[in-house]
């Protein structure tokens, strides 16, 4: 069992940016594959960025790119999600999901989930 604990939401305006952490319990934490998903209300939760077990490769959906970034330190079992130029549009609960060796960004196939962090971004 891994568990998942999110941190570093908040109130910002837009333009800013936040730092989301997810820090695992898990013992041989480089073998998974984590992903940052984000739910808004109304919406469908949605793959935001993935870092995968190999720890080279990462994956940003469109709205994203150029500026988060994912990151991840296996010696302190922590995956960072590095958000600038924040947007209202990014307002969200977000949550961090791993899976073992997990080659896919949906969340299906992930089977450990934290209890998401709230991230809300002021016009």
């Known amino acids: 069992q891994v568990q998942l604990v999110e941190s570093g939401g908040g109130l910002v305006q837009a333009g800013g940016s936040l730092r989301l952490s997810c820090a695992a319990s898990?013992?041989?934490?480089?073998?998974?594959?984590v992903g940052w998903f984000r739910q808004a209300p109304g919406k469908e939760r949605e793959s935001v960025a993935t870092?995968?077990?190999?720890?080279?490769?990462?994956y940003y959906t469109d709205s994203v790119k150029g500026r988060f970034t994912i990151s991840r330190d296996n010696a302190k079992n922590t995956v960072y999600l590095q958000m600038n130029s924040l947007k209202p549009e990014d307002t969200a609960i977000y949550y961090c999901a791993a899976g073992v060796y997990t080659t896919s960004v949906h969340p299906s196939n992930y089977d450990y989930w934290g209890q998401g962090t709230q991230v809300t971004v002021s016009s």
């Open positions: 898990a013992r041989t934490f480089s073998i998974y594959t």
């Open positions: 870092i995968f077990w190999s720890g080279g490769n990462t």
